[in-house]
């Protein structure tokens, strides 16, 4: 198995497209394992693998509850991403201003 760090692990996380729709899910409001499985007709396991690679990304945090699973989009959690996007930002304006040289 690979293993990321930072932004490499956010951007394998959300390389799935099942788990970017369950952390735009998310973005809405805390929702059960349960919750987030029914909508793509998959088992609890399987939609439980999906939030172990997101909260290991950092994405989402857990919490039981009863006999369910709570997952919330955890705080700050794409605040690296942001930050190198911006970096990516600030690198694009420079090969504009250098273009016509």
Not at 50 to 75: D, I, S, W
Not at 76 to 90: I, K, M
């Amino acid at each position: 198995m690979v293993h990321h760090s930072g932004v490499e692990r956010t951007f394998a996380a959300l390389a799935d497209p099942t788990r970017r729709a369950v952390v735009e899910r998310l973005g809405r409001g805390s929702a059960t394992i349960s919750e987030l499985a029914e909508p793509f007709g998959i088992s609890l396991t399987g939609m439980k693998k999906h939030v172990l690679v997101l909260e290991g990304a950092g994405l989402v945090v857990t919490e039981k509850v009863g006999r369910a699973r709570r997952c919330t989009l955890a705080p700050y959690a794409f605040e690296g991403v942001t930050t190198w996007l911006q970096r990516l930002d600030r690198f694009a304006a420079v090969v504009e201003r250098t273009k016509g040289r």
